[in-house]
C-alpha cells in the first residue's frame, strides 16, 4: 500500500514571525508565498490598498489574538510596496488584484517598518517613530535630522519629511507598526501613556495630509490600555476609522491552499477514501469536495481546531499542529504521520497530545 508522502506534499512552514522577518532576503520569497488569502484577510488587504490608490490617508488599526497573522500581514503589506515581484504570489491566489498592482507599482512610497517589541516601553513613541522614518530616509540630503541634533518640534520634523517626499516624488508614508497594544500596556506610568496616546492621535490627524498611511496591530482594543479620558479615545477612533479584525478562521483554505498539496498524479486516490467513509458513516457532515480539499486531515478534526484557536494561539497553533503532526518533530516525540498507509487520516485523538504542555500550563 502507498504512503501518505506518496500521495501529498507537506510544504515547510515557519511558525512564529517578525516584522522584522522582512529584511531576510532569503525569507522574502517564502513569507509571501506562505501568505494565504483567506477570504478574511483578502477583504482587509483590499480594503488598505483602495485608501491607498485613492491617496485617502488614515490610520488603520489591525486588531487580532496572539497568532492570527498580524505580524505576516504587515510583512507582505511592506514586501509588495518594496519589491514587484512580491506581488506574484498575491497574484496567483487572486488574479483580481491585476489592476491594483498595476496601479500601485507605477508610483513610489516610502516604508517603515517598526517592531515595537524590540524597543524598551520606557522609549517614547513619538522618538521611536520620528527616528525609525529618519533612518527609512537616510539617503535624504540634507537629512531629517542627524544623531547629534535633538528631536525636533513635530511640526519641522513632518515639515522636512513633506518636503523631501514632494523632491524625491515619493507618493506617500507606509508606516507599519507591530505591536502597538502591547507597547502600551507595559508603559511604566499614566503620563507617558497618555504622551503616547497624544502622539498617536497626532500621527492620524497628520495622515490625510500627506498622504500617510498608518497600519498598527492590536491583540486588544485600544480602549482597554490604560488610564485615559473617553474623549481621547474617540478623538483617536475618528482619526483611525478602519478597523480591521483577524480572526484566524477559515481553517480549510488555510490547509488547502498552504499546509498539503495533494500531488497531482495521485489525486485520483482520495475520493475512493471519501466513499468508504460515507458508506460508514452515512451521515457525515462534508462532501466529496470537502474531504479532498482536507484530505488527509478528518473533518471533525478540522471542526474541534476550530472551536480551539483561542487556546491555541489561533491559527498559529493550528499550522503547527496540522504541520508537525504531518512532517514529524523528533524534539517533541511526534512521530512522522507521512509514512503511515495513505487511507490515515489525522484524527481528533491526536490534539491532546500535541497541546498537553499548553494544556497543563493553563489548568
Request: charged residues 25%.
Amino acid at each position: 500500500m502507498e504512503l501518505l508522502q506518496d500521495i501529498i506534499d507537506v510544504p515547510q512552514v515557519k511558525i512564529v514571525i517578525q516584522l522584522s522577518d522582512s529584511q531576510d532576503q532569503g525569507l522574502r520569497e517564502r513569507l509571501t508565498e506562505d501568505f494565504v488569502l483567506t477570504s478574511e484577510v483578502y477583504s482587509h488587504l483590499k480594503a488598505i490598498l483602495h485608501m491607498i490608490k485613492d491617496m485617502e490617508g488614515a490610520g488603520i488599526f489591525l486588531e487580532g489574538n496572539f497568532g492570527s497573522g498580524k505580524s505576516h500581514f504587515l510583512i507582505v503589506m511592506s514586501l509588495i510596496f518594496n519589491y514587484k515581484e512580491a506581488w506574484q504570489a498575491l497574484l496567483i491566489q487572486e488574479p483580481e488584484l491585476t489592476q491594483m498592482y498595476e496601479t500601485l507599482s507605477q508610483k513610489a512610497y516610502l516604508t517603515v517598518e517598526i517592531s515595537l517589541v524590540e524597543y524598551s516601553s520606557k522609549r517614547r513613541l513619538e522618538e521611536i517613530v520620528s527616528k525609525s522614518i529618519a533612518e527609512a530616509c537616510f539617503n535624504y540630503d540634507p537629512p531629517l535630522f542627524n544623531d547629534t541634533e535633538s528631536l525636533p518640534e513635530r511640526k519641522t520634523f513632518f515639515k522636512r519629511l513633506r518636503k523631501r517626499l514632494r523632491a524625491d516624488g515619493v507618493s506617500g508614508v507606509f508606516l507599519l507598526i507591530d505591536e502597538l497594544s502591547e507597547f502600551l500596556r507595559s508603559k511604566p506610568d499614566s503620563r507617558s501613556f497618555n504622551e503616547d496616546i497624544r502622539f498617536i492621535q497626532y500621527l492620524g490627524e497628520k495622515a490625510s495630509s500627506f498622504p500617510m498611511w498608518i497600519v498598527a496591530t492590536l491583540q486588544e482594543s485600544i480602549e482597554d490600555k490604560g488610564q485615559t479620558t473617553q474623549e481621547a479615545f474617540n478623538k483617536i477612533k475618528d482619526r483611525y476609522p478602519l478597523r480591521l479584525f483577524l480572526t484566524g478562521t477559515h481553517i480549510e483554505q488555510l490547509i488547502s491552499k498552504r499546509l498539503i498539496r495533494i500531488k497531482k498524479k495521485k489525486r485520483e486516490i482520495v475520493p475512493g477514501l471519501f466513499s468508504t467513509l460515507k458508506a460508514s458513516f452515512p451521515y457525515l457532515s462534508v462532501n466529496e469536495e470537502q474531504f479532498i480539499s482536507l484530505y488527509p486531515i478528518h473533518p471533525a478534526t478540522v471542526s474541534f481546531l476550530d472551536n480551539l484557536k483561542s487556546l491555541f494561539s489561533q491559527h498559529r497553533g493550528v499550522v503547527d499542529f496540522i504541520h508537525f503532526q504531518l512532517a514529524g518533530d523528533p524534539s517533541r516525540d511526534i512521530e512522522r504521520m507521512c509514512q503511515l498507509p495513505y487511507d490515515s487520516l489525522l484524527t481528533l485523538d491526536r490534539i491532546f497530545d500535541h497541546f498537553r504542555v499548553r494544556i497543563k500550563e493553563r489548568v
